[in-house]
């Protein structure tokens, strides 16, 4: 598979993720379960932004680590904030 389309499917996966989580937020009956879903989705989408788009895939660990940490991170703190 060529780096061309390579980048084309894992954009498709972008795509069908970010659709799919549109879809299953639709109904607006939040549970803690769909929450962890969506987070887990959205870590999914960021960890390849970060390696495939942000090109970081061969940088120095301490970067890598940063940008990956991230989102993780974020969606802990957003799972706690909505269990209390």
């Known amino acids: ?31 803690f379960g769909l929450v962890i879903i969506v987070l887990l989705g959205s870590v999914i989408k960021a960890a390849v932004l970060v390696e495939y788009f942000m090109g970081l895939k061969q940088a120095p660990l301490l970067w890598r680590g940063l940008m990956l940490a991230y989102v993780p991170v974020l969606a802990i703190c957003i799972s706690l904030t909505y269990v209390f």
Do not use: I, S
């Not at 061309?4 to 639709?26: F, H, I, S």
């Open 1 to 31: 598979m060529t780096d061309r389309y390579k980048l084309t499917g894992l954009w498709l996966l972008l795509l069908l993720l970010t659709v799919a989580m549109a879809q299953l937020t639709e109904p607006y009956q939040v549970t």
